[in-house]
C-alpha cells in the first residue's frame, strides 16, 4: 500500500488516538463528530448572514449604481458565499445519505474536507464583501485596503497561525505524539 493513497478509513491511526486519551474508537469518532458540527454551526451562521445580506442587495435602488468593478466583485461575492454555503451545508446531506451505515469515520472525512472547503470559499467572501462596501461608501482605495486587511487576518488567523502551531514542538504538551507534527485528536481521519 505504499504509494497508494489511503481512501478508506485506517482505524490503526485512530486506535492509538483513541488509546492516548483513554477512549475507545467509537467514543473518539462519536468526540470528532460532535467537535465538527460545533464548528459547522459557528461558519453556516455566518455564511447564512452574509447570503442573506447579498440576495436582498441585488434589489437595492442602489445597486443599479455600481460601476462593473462593482458588478464584478458582487458577483464573486455571491457565487463564494453560494457556494460555501452549499460546501458547509453539503455533510448534513451526506449523514442523511449514510446513516446507520457505519460509515461514521468516513463521514468525518469528509466533511472536515467540505469544512474547509467551505472556509476557504467563507473567508473569500468575506473578503470580497468588504471590498464592495468600502468601494461604495469611501471609494476604490480604502477598499483594496480595508480587503486586504481582511485576506490578510483570514490567511494569518484561519491558516498560518494553525498551521504554525501544529509544528513539531509547539503543543505545549510534554514530548509525545503531538510533537511528531501530526493532528493526534483527528488521526482517525483518513488523508
Not at 457565487?79 to 468516513?106: C, D, E, G, W, Y
Not at 471609494?139 to 509544528?167: N, Q
Request: charge should be neutral; aromatic fraction near 8%.
Amino acid at each position: 500500500m505504499g504509494d497508494q493513497p489511503r481512501s478508506r478509513f485506517d482505524p490503526s491511526a485512530a486506535e492509538r488516538s483513541a488509546e492516548a486519551r483513554g477512549e475507545s474508537l467509537d467514543q473518539l469518532l462519536d468526540r470528532n463528530l460532535a467537535e465538527l458540527l460545533q464548528e459547522l454551526r459557528v461558519a453556516i451562521t455566518g455564511v447564512q448572514v452574509l447570503f442573506a445580506f447579498l440576495l436582498g442587495l441585488a434589489f437595492t435602488q442602489r445597486f443599479a449604481d455600481l460601476d462593473d468593478f462593482g458588478v464584478a466583485v458582487y458577483t464573486v461575492t455571491l457565487l463564494t458565499t453560494a457556494l460555501a454555503t452549499v460546501l458547509l451545508i453539503a455533510p448534513v446531506s451526506f449523514h442523511r445519505l449514510v446513516f446507520r451505515r457505519r460509515q461514521k469515520a468516513t463521514l468525518i472525512r469528509v466533511a472536515d474536507l467540505l469544512l474547509r472547503a467551505g472556509l476557504a470559499m467563507l473567508v473569500i467572501a468575506i473578503t470580497c464583501g468588504t471590498l464592495l462596501v468600502l468601494d461604495v461608501a469611501l471609494g476604490r482605495g480604502a477598499a483594496f485596503a480595508g480587503g486586504g486587511l481582511v485576506l490578510l487576518t483570514g490567511a494569518v488567523t484561519w491558516y498560518a497561525l494553525p498551521l504554525w502551531a501544529r509544528r513539531p514542538g509547539r503543543s505545549g504538551y510534554p514530548a509525545g505524539p503531538a510533537d511528531t507534527g501530526r493532528d493526534v485528536d483527528h488521526e482517525e481521519v483518513p488523508r
